[in-house]
C-alpha cells in the first residue's frame, strides 16, 4: 500500500524560508515524477513544481526563482526548499507521486499535506 507522508511546514514571517519533505512509501513500482501542489483556502489546488525521474523541473511562475525542489530517488523523497516566502504563498502543501509500469500507469498518490503560514 503506497503511504505519503509531507513534513516541514509551519508558520515563517514573510522573507523567511521553510523546506517541506515528502516520504512515499509501498512504491512497487517506477516513478516517473514527484511533485508539489498547494491548495489555498477558498482556491483550487495548484501545480507549484515537479521533477522527473529524468532531473527535469518545472515550477510555477509564481515561486521561480524562490523555491526549488529536489530529489533522493533512492529513499523515493522529494523536498521543496521555499525562500523568500510571502503571504500569498500560505497554503497546504500536497505532494505527488506519478508512476507505474510498462502498460500500467498508477493512480495518483497524495499525502494528507503539510501546512504553510506566511505572517506579513
Known amino acids: 500500500q503506497v503511504h505519503i507522508v509531507e513534513s516541514g511546514g509551519g508558520l515563517v514571517q514573510s522573507g523567511g524560508s521553510l523546506r517541506l519533505s515528502c516520504v512515499a512509501s509501498g512504491i512497487t513500482f517506477r516513478i516517473y515524477d514527484m511533485g508539489w501542489y498547494r491548495q489555498a483556502s477558498g482556491k483550487t489546488r495548484e501545480l507549484v513544481a515537479r521533477i522527473s525521474d529524468s532531473g527535469s523541473v518545472y515550477y510555477a511562475d509564481s515561486v521561480k526563482g524562490r523555491f526549488t525542489i529536489s530529489t533522493d530517488n533512492a529513499k523515493n523523497m522529494v523536498s521543496l526548499q521555499m525562500s523568500s516566502l510571502q503571504p500569498e504563498d500560505t497554503a497546504i502543501y500536497y505532494c505527488?507521486?506519478?508512476?507505474?509500469?510498462?502498460?500500467?500507469?498508477?493512480?495518483?498518490?497524495w499525502g494528507q499535506g503539510t501546512e504553510v503560514t506566511v505572517s506579513s
Open positions: 505527488d507521486i506519478n508512476g507505474g509500469t510498462p502498460g500500467w500507469r498508477a493512480p495518483n498518490y
